[in-house]
């Protein structure tokens, strides 16, 4: 789901294939969009057996019909793009609040009184405004995405934001905005990284003494259920990240672990003063 899961995917190793793929990926989007609020809406009094059996099937057929269709990652955001933001509430309000709630805590604590904001695969704006929201006193945000389109959706809600800027970079292959960050965030990106490792350590020579990186993402588990959701999200050029990846983070502090649709994971990183 959320693309991102959510936001900014890295990976897109796969060719680009032909126009004739798109009908289906767009079926199978809607497919899926459709099952997954369908199971996430909770029962009626009546029918609700009924429907969430539909939104199974619609689930399983949209899985299936994107199986057929793989989308490389920046193809995936350019489709998501124009509306991410109207299923985005699915992941941040019904499947991972807990895991919001406490990024918002951290946030909080994190983000000293002008202190200066990364943002790792920033898509369509969604930490700028939980930022806002919040009121959390930041004199400067830079969110980086691959997405030119994700980029555009940002700019159009949050270009009047005057501490706010947004920059099309690509997190593997390009360096990160010069300058020291108080705090680095990144939600729902490390999944479509091959390895999240180099990027973590850029990021970590980018953050200012006693600054600290928040990060958000789906845990690699053992179970059935996770085995089964890795192997959708591989659909998604996307992936479970495993912990062995996680304890090789420089300056790794703390982690706190969410259940959900699939296990998730907020990871916090800090550097000396």
């Known amino acids: 789901m959320k693309t991102k899961h959510g936001p900014l995917a890295e990976r897109s190793h796969r060719p680009a294939p032909s126009f004739s793929a798109w009908p289906l990926r767009l079926a199978g989007l809607w497919l899926l969009a459709q099952g997954l609020l369908r199971l996430v809406r909770g029962p ?109 959706q940002a700019r159009a809600k949050l270009g009047g934001e005057a501490r706010a800027e947004f920059r099309e970079l690509d997190l593997v292959n390009e360096p990160l905005p010069p300058g020291d960050f108080d705090l680095v965030i990144s939600t729902w990106v490390f999944e479509h990284l091959e390895d999240s490792v180099p990027v973590v350590t850029k990021a970590w020579q980018s953050l200012a003494p006693k600054g600290r990186m928040l990060l958000l993402f789906e845990l690699q588990g053992t179970d059935l259920s996770s085995r089964l959701m ?22 790794l502090a703390w982690t706190k672990r969410f259940s959900g649709l699939t296990p998730v994971v907020l990871v916090g990183v800090q550097k000396p003063g």
């Open 44 to 152: 009626g009094a009546r029918r609700g057996g009924l429907l969430r059996l539909l939104g199974l099937v619609e689930t399983w057929l949209g899985f299936r019909a994107l199986a057929s269709a793989p989308a490389t990652v920046p193809e995936l955001y350019r489709m998501l793009a124009g509306f991410y933001d109207s299923i985005a509430f699915v992941w941040r309000d019904k499947l991972y609040p807990d895991a919001y709630r406490a990024l918002d805590v951290a946030m909080t604590e994190a983000l000293a009184d002008g202190g200066r904001v990364l943002d790792l695969g920033c898509g369509t704006g969604g930490n700028l405004e939980r930022l806002l929201a919040l009121g959390l006193p930041f004199s400067g945000y830079v969110g980086v995405d691959l997405s030119p389109q994700m980029l555009a």
């Open 230 to 251: 890795e192997r959708a999200w591989g659909w998604f050029n996307a992936r479970m990240v495993p912990e062995s990846e996680i304890s090789r983070y420089p300056g």
